[in-house]
């Protein structure tokens, strides 16, 4: 898994900032790179500074928040759960589930990132739905690691629902999670659970 987790770091990295309605998938993923490297690679936080950190951290978070339709992904996620849960308990639910992802996967950048390089292969679009695959690889001097984006078309913009890494869906990893805790609890117990691990890290943050 560390070697999955260690991929998904760049997948917000490339998928962040803001996606005009008349840009082609491909083109939505790879105009957001240059501004979130920039960030990555500023001197300014090259440094142990938890503050900086977090600084830098929101920063990352500021590019790649607009890009993800987090109510797709968590209703995704919930699969057939997402019904169960009342309108509240679906804003909530995703409130602190992209909260919690944020955390996770901009911490990944954070620590991980070393000038690894991003390849975009096949963009492949639905026949008749405003769906959409954009291949790409994440290229260092060691691995070339397959990472496939699922994106979505709605009023005129794509955005992000689902990644795979080397075929590891991000959906289907926290859907098998969430199924599990949903069979012994409720939603407000498994909102709880998110909330808490999200105090948890940015308790973290603030430690270094």
Do not use: C
Request: charged content about 30%; proline content about 3%; cysteine-free.
């Amino acid at each position: 898994m560390k070697k999955i987790f260690a991929a998904w770091f760049l997948v917000l990295v490339v998928t962040g900032a803001a996606m005009g309605a008349e840009r082609s998938p491909t083109d939505t993923l790879k105009e957001p790179l240059d501004q979130s490297v920039v960030v990555l690679k500023d001197t300014k936080y090259q440094t142990d500074d938890p503050a900086l950190k977090i600084e830098q951290r929101d920063k990352i978070w500021d590019i790649v928040s607009g890009t993800f339709d987090f109510n797709e992904v968590s209703r995704r996620a919930l699969a057939r759960n997402w019904k169960s849960f009342s309108a509240q308990q679906q804003k909530d639910f995703s409130a602190v589930f992209s909260k919690m992802l944020g955390n996770i996967y901009v911490d990944r950048i954070q620590t991980g990132f070393a000038d690894q390089k991003v390849e975009f292969a096949d963009e492949i679009l639905h026949e008749s739905k405003p769906l959409a695959i954009v291949k790409t690889f994440i290229v260092s001097d060691q691995n070339k690691i397959p990472v496939d984006y699922s994106l979505k078309k709605k009023d005129g913009d794509w955005s992000v629902y689902d990644v795979k890494v080397e075929g590891v869906s991000l959906i289907k990893n926290y859907r098998t999670q969430f199924n599990d805790i949903l069979r012994k609890e409720s939603p407000d117990q498994l909102i709880d659970r998110l909330k808490a691990k999200v105090a948890e890290q940015e308790a973290a943050a603030k430690q270094g």
